[in-house]
């Protein structure tokens, strides 16, 4: 079982806050978040690189949980901000992130995101296609200014993840593809682009990742390109995708090794040119916010199929949590008022969604449920509320921060009045 802490009675507690008094108070499901365990991570993504003679940024990717007090945190502990929507722009703006620490990234930005990047002085576009880069020259032209960019790089690397947040593989929609030589045609025409400074590379392998070969492959690759270019890059940016710990099967690899290996690819792989070393930028989303959020669920009712298997229904499920149906994803539940408890059942613990594949858990180990109690599913804090779904019409649960055993609504939950307030009645004549 993956780390918990508890109050003094031995329950479930987050940033020093009884777990079931947030559900009592604030109601389920419920997004809880230990704030202290997500500035301890960015500190930890930070030190590791101030340990060597380098220029660094550490970007919060925005997607893995975008809410303006989280970007409020990740600010405040001296992380950039990268982001992949207009939506995402917004909130930073309104979270007061200074713009010209956001970077942009994304295969399709539209039009007017790319006008709101500019408008909002975005310090980095990240380039992804020729199609964005014709766009933005034009874009940036129009409005006399020179926006820096990186050129998205699809890497070549296959980490070994999920197919569906595999994304440094050739054949993938992300990125300048290498060896049709489009990656080269790309940097000949940004370096002539008289709107655009092109900064440097970036390249992304993917999510979810335990290996510390496949980082190190991919920024040697990038070593090799700007070698082979003949480029000195101001920036290289090696995106994001460090795993963390969901369940027993899990090993997560601390942040220094990842940053050392990266590191010493870079400087070994650029020892004997005279150029500046680059900075190295990384893009973490999931490791920054994955441990430090759990959701807590009423239980419901049970069925009990004898000899197959019992179920054990929880209040929330695929609407705030897609992961379980989409990825096979794996998670750890706990009774928050026992967390420690001898468990005495294996339950497959059900959403309330209509539809088979709503599983949150498909075995879990408890402790003796009953119908009131509050369950806790462990490590949700990423790419959970950022992905939560209305469906079914369930109002999306609230958020809310907890730190030095205060408990602050962050996102307000909705109501069943707030999933029609945007529907028009339909008049046909
Ligand atoms: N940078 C880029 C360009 C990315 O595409 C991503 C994730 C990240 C950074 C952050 O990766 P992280 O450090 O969070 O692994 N919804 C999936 C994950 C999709 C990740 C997509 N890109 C999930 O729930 O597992």
Known sequence: TIPVSTDAQGRLAIGGVTASELA?????????????????NIRAYRAAFAAH?????????????????MFQVAVSEGAHLDVVSGGEIVTAQR?????????????NKSDAELQLALDAGLGTIIVDNRFELNRL????????????????????????????????????KFGFDVASGQAHDALIAAQAAPHLNLLGLHAHIGSQIFAVDGFVAEAQKLVDLVRAWDYAPQVLDLGGGFGIQYTDADTPIPPTEFVDALVSTIQ???????????AIWIEPGRSIVGAAGITLYTAGGT??????????TVDGGMGDNIRPALYQAEYEAVLADRPHAATTQVVTLAGKYCESGDILVERAALPPVVPGDILAVLATGAYGYSMASHYNRNPLPAVVFCEDGQAQVVVRRETWADLVAFDEPYQHD
């Not at 550490?58 to 975008?66: C, Q, R």
């Not at 979270?95 to 295969?107: D, I, K, L, Q």
Request: hydrophobic share 40%; proline share 4%; no cysteine.
């Open 303 to 312: 069925k009990q199929i004898p000899g197959v298997r019992t179920y054990q």
């Open 53 to 69: 003679q380098v220029d660094y940024t550490v970007s919060y990717a925005a997607k893995a949980f975008a809410t303006i007090a």
């Open 268 to 278: 070994t792989g650029l020892a004997d040119t005279n150029w500046t070393l680059p």
């Open 137 to 172: 020259e034009e874009l940036a032209a129009a409005r006399h200014v020179v926006q820096d960019i990186l050129l998205r790089i699809a890497p070549d690397v296959s980490a070994h993840t999920h197919e569906y947040i595999m994304t440094g593989q050739a054949d993938s």
């Open 24 to 40: 009592r108070e604030f109601g389920t499901p419920l997004y809880a978040y230990d704030v202290g365990v997500i500035r301890a």
């Open 95 to 107: 979270a007061g992130v200074n713009m010209a620490h956001v970077s942009f990234n994304g295969n």
